[in-house]
């Protein structure tokens, strides 16, 4: 690995999001906050200290896949950092942990929070809040992939190490190109969202920033009660069906906006997901209904969909305190809390593609046991599935739960109850926000232990960069071959021979 080289490219990053630290101004401006000074102190830490790795180390010629993982992970780290400052230096959030662990949630797309009165903190700090996630949802590596050509030679490893699910979108032949056109989906769908929002009677600023929240299936709402503050099926509906949207692959908008309409249909992933959350839908109504949760049909199904779609898309958002629906209804948005959205999506998870794949091996195992000398390929929209993949899907799997066990051990072991310790590890771990119990969607994370906000904020990181890219750099062989990092002045001191 090449230590100075992503250690130059960590400079670039902090410079660029030193430039979004400065669009939370114009709103403190607005509402006279008092946060001008902090953004503009914080901007120029980041700036001067992105500068400074830029001046020191020198750029990288060509990306390995090993340098892409440390880029990603250490960049994601550098990012959760540099954006937990407004938090800290405001005195808004009790402590540097705390900052950091909102920070992370932000960027990552969790949606936890350690906030208990979230209407206490200023509006520009909220806003920077709400733009974390919109950020962290199509992820800054991709966005400097967009707007940054320094970063284009190798950047398909960073656009693997990054992306989520088995297999990538490669839109066009160059890098960069195709990260343009995933962040102008993106961008295009923030705007229709924020468009529609205000025709449902929503201020700029609190469109603005529920859009941002929304399409990056995000879910950090400026309100304690989230999307239950407005009390508008209008918005609920609009806020459902932008994060249905945000958990499909954003490849397959970009084709349906060309003109391909078809394309949603014609994927087998699509389908299981279209198909899980309506199946999900109706047996939360149904147990609600049983229950005696709601009166009305109506009403059972309102709240039914909001939370199954907000739970499936890893949004986070709620209208309802889902902690004391039945038993049985828990139990399918726990499901769900597994699951996720479509691989290439802004949703957290495990994603839907990987169970899709697993379930097709499984069945191919099961007819090799009845037929043995049957040759049996796994298909995937008619394409053949390579061996690799579903090794890595496998792979996957077994990482998935011996992380979840650890974490859930060492959270537990803390003191803190299973109900609790096992949920905030899947909220976190899976990028969704709310558990259950003490962090349930009417409460927060302020009363974890210390020790276990830091377990909990490594488990959002490892999720949304899927597992792999975070655990290889834990592992002592990675580093083995890591190189010196060499700074310009130490080269330009070497003796000629």
């Known amino acids: 690995m090449h230590t ?27 509402y006279d906050d008092g946060m001008i000074n902090i953004f503009v102190l914080c901007a120029a830490i980041g700036a001067g200290t992105g500068a400074l790795l830029i001046a020191l180390f020198r750029p990288l010629r060509e990306l390995s896949l090993r340098d892409g993982f440390a880029v990603v992970v250490i960049c994601w780290l550098g990012m959760a950092l540099l954006g937990s400052l407004p938090y800290h230096l405001s005195h808004q959030v009790p402590s540097f942990i705390d900052a950091l662990f909102e920070s992370m949630s932000g960027f990552t797309t969790t949606g936890s929070t350690i906030l208990t009165d979230i209407e206490a903190l200023t509006p520009s700090l909220l806003f920077w809040r709400a733009t974390t996630q919109w950020l962290g949802g199509m ?66 600023y609190d469109a603005t920033t529920h859009a941002f929240c929304t399409i990056s299936t995000a879910g950090f709402s400026p309100y304690n009660d989230s999307v239950a503050h407005f009390n508008s099926l209008y918005v609920e509906t609009v806020v459902i069906i932008f994060m249905f949207i945000g958990g499909i692959n954003f490849a397959m908008h970009h084709h349906v906006l060309r003109g391909k309409l078809r394309t949603y249909w014609q994927s087998e992933e699509f389908r299981l997901y279209l198909g899980l959350a309506a199946g999900a839908i109706l047996l939360v109504t149904i147990f609600n209904l049983q229950a005696g949760t709601y009166a ?66 499984v069945r191919l195992q099961l007819r090799s046991l009845i037929h043995p ?20 899907v496998l792979g996957f799997f077994a990482l998935y739960f011996m992380l979840f066990l650890i974490a859930t051990l060492v959270v537990t072991a803390l003191g803190v109850d299973l109900v609790t310790g096992t949920t905030a590890v899947i909220a976190t ?22 020790t276990a906000k830091v377990i909990l904020t490594f488990c959002m990181l490892a999720g949304r960069l899927e597992l ?20 310009r002045l130490s080269r330009r001191a070497k003796p000629t021979s």
């Open 139 to 204: 992820g800054i590596i991709v966005l400097s992939l967009a707007i940054l050509p320094l970063l284009g030679i190798g950047g398909m490893q960073l656009f693997q190490a990054e992306m989520t699910g088995p297999t990538k979108d490669r839109l066009t032949p160059r890098i960069q190109d195709t990260a343009r056109i995933l962040w102008s989906v993106y961008v295009f769908f923030t705007l229709v969202l924020i468009a529609l929002l205000m025709l449902g009677g929503l201020s700029f």
């Open 296 to 361: 009305t049909e109506a009403g059972s199904l309102r709240y039914a969909s909001f939370q199954v779609i907000s739970i499936l898309t890893t949004s986070g958002f709620s209208t309802a305190d889902f902690a004391l629906w039945p038993s049985a209804s828990q139990l399918v948005l726990v499901g769900l809390m597994l699951v996720g959205g479509m691989a290439g999506s802004t949703a957290g998870s495990i994603k839907t593609v990987r169970f899709l794949l697993f379930f097709k091996y």
């Open 4 to 30: 100075g080289g992503v250690l130059n490219i960590l400079g670039k990053l902090l410079l660029l999001i030193s430039l979004f630290l400065l669009t939370p101004i114009p709103v403190s401006a607005y």
């Open 429 to 450: 771990l899976n990028n969704i926000g709310p558990g259950l119990h003490l962090v349930g969607p009417n409460l927060s994370f302020a009363q974890m232990p210390e």
């Open 468 to 487: 792999y890219t975070v655990i290889v750099l834990l592992t002592p062989a990675f580093w083995r071959t890591a190189r010196r990092p060499e700074t």
């Open 373 to 392: 000398q049957t040759v049996s390929i796994i298909k995937l929209n008619r394409i053949r599935v390579p061996r690799e993949v579903m090794t890595a």
